[in-house]
């Protein structure tokens, strides 16, 4: 099963910024909706945002609101999300998902077929 790549983590100080990118090629990455999820230690894993297969709709978590933007290049097969303004509490491995559908259905890790195996984000203070 192919599954999503993340890559683009790294430490960065507060204020900072990070692209995340993410290629999946195992299903027509042109007609799947993707998200980002993240996982902090002690804290339940969380919906970060999430674009329709055409890039025109998306959707993003209260949190990151303003600062995250996601999108996505289907002649690359890759979706990104630029995170600006980086706080500490945004520190945690963030995670790529893959629909079965071509428009976002939920916020939930459930709603996804398929998620990559993260790439760690350390925000310092």
């Known amino acids: 099963q192919v599954l999503p790549t993340e890559s683009g983590g790294g430490l960065v100080q507060a204020g900072g910024s990070l692209r995340l990118s993410c290629t999946f090629s195992g299903r027509t990455f042109s007609t799947t909706a993707m998200a980002w999820f993240r996982h902090a230690p002690e804290k339940e894993r969380e919906f970060v945002a999430a674009v329709s297969w055409s890039g025109l709709t998306t959707y993003y978590a209260d949190s990151v609101s303003g600062r995250f933007t996601i999108s996505r290049d289907n002649a690359k097969d890759t979706v990104y999300l630029q995170m600006n303004d980086l706080k500490p509490e945004d520190t945690a491995v963030y995670y790529c998902?893959?629909?079965?559908?071509?428009?976002?259905?939920?916020?939930?890790?459930?709603?996804?077929?398929?998620w990559g195996q993260g790439t760690q984000v350390t925000v310092s203070s």
């Open positions: 998902a893959a629909s079965e559908d071509q428009n976002v259905r939920g916020r939930k890790w459930e709603d996804y077929l398929s």
